[in-house]
């Protein structure tokens, strides 16, 4: 793509591209579309503006795009996360309903030997 120079024939002066914001894509479409409008006013070749323009455009429609995909995996990997914390705490707890149900059947087992009469006779 050709780049795009400023002269003072695009209406743009040296000390008038100090004063503008390039600093973000749509601020930098602003700037090209206003350059585009006074080209097409006096008449130059509009070429190069147009393909900037469609640049800009294809690469925030492509930028959008990435966010989307970059959302999607995020929310995807955090309903992978919630559901693993959850199966793990499942687990845990299934572990220790078994653990606590042995003790008590052993802590029953004993205190009924304890509790049984040796040694009657009848």
Known sequence: M??????PSNGLHPE?????D?????????????LLCQKV??????SSCIQALQYLTWK???SDQLQKVWTEAIKERSVFNA???VIITA?????MI?????????????????????????
Do not use: C, M, Y
Not at 2 to 7: A, G, T
Not at 22 to 34: G, H, M, N, V, Y
């Open 83 to 85: 559901i693993h914390w």
């Open 2 to 7: 050709e780049q795009l120079q400023f002269k």
């Open 22 to 34: 390039f600093s973000t894509p749509d601020a930098r479409k602003e700037q090209l579309e206003i």
């Open 41 to 46: 006013q006096k008449g130059d070749d509009t």
């Open 60 to 62: 925030e429609r492509t």
């Open 98 to 122: 078994a653990f606590f149900n042995g003790v008590f059947k052993s802590a029953q087992g004993s205190q009924a030997v304890i509790n049984s009469p040796f040694g009657q006779q009848r």
């Open 16 to 20: 008038q591209l100090q004063n503008i």
């Open 91 to 95: 687990f845990a707890i299934l572990g």
